[in-house]
């Protein structure tokens, strides 16, 4: 099976387990090369990062701004890799059915460079690959929603680079 992983870091020929949000580290892999531009780069060095996407019932990848102009303030000019992984034998997450697990390092089928991940989310935008829902165009009822996912998610963080992200891109959380 042919799988995706993002990454900012280039040369990897191994994926290596590392920690996320699950209780043991893991090589995070996915059936969907958009979500993969989506992690080729992370705002946020921490476990789970700064991702709020989410699929709908047809399988469809949506990316919600939660800040005006998130998608290029975040993505505009940073430069990441799409790995190609064959694969057998994973974990697939009920939850998240994008998502497949391995316990082992994987090696690397092969990888793309990605020199802008802001025109690469673009193209993969007009190509209906990805919906993203710009922060203007989402109802205030929603983005109240979106304010209070991330202020939950600030459980816990004190003065740690992700209170340092939210303090620059929406300072009226704090």
């Not at 700064?50 to 993505?75: M, N, S, V």
Request: with cysteine.
């Amino acid at each position: 099976m042919l799988l995706y992983h993002g990454s900012p870091t280039g040369g990897i020929r191994a994926l290596r387990p590392s920690p996320s949000n699950h209780d043991k580290p893991y090589v995070y892999l996915t059936d969907c090369p958009s979500l993969a531009l989506l992690y080729a780069y992370n705002p946020i060095e921490r476990p789970g990062g700064f991702f709020p996407y989410w699929f709908d019932k047809a399988g469809q990848l949506h990316y919600d701004e939660y800040f005006p102009d998130q998608t290029r303030r975040l993505y505009a000019e940073q430069a990441g890799w799409v790995y190609r992984v064959e694969a057998a034998a994973l974990i697939r997450l009920d939850k998240m059915p994008w998502v497949w697990l391995s316990e082992a390092e994987t090696p690397v089928a092969g990888a793309e460079f990605i020199a802008d991940l802001y025109a690469a989310l673009l193209l993969a935008e007009s190509n209906g690959q990805l919906m993203i829902h710009r922060f203007e165009d989402i109802p205030p009822a929603q983005q109240e929603i979106h304010r209070r996912i991330v202020r939950q998610s600030m459980e816990g963080h004190h003065e740690d680079d992700y209170i340092r992200f939210l303090q620059q891109y929406i300072p009226e959380l704090f």
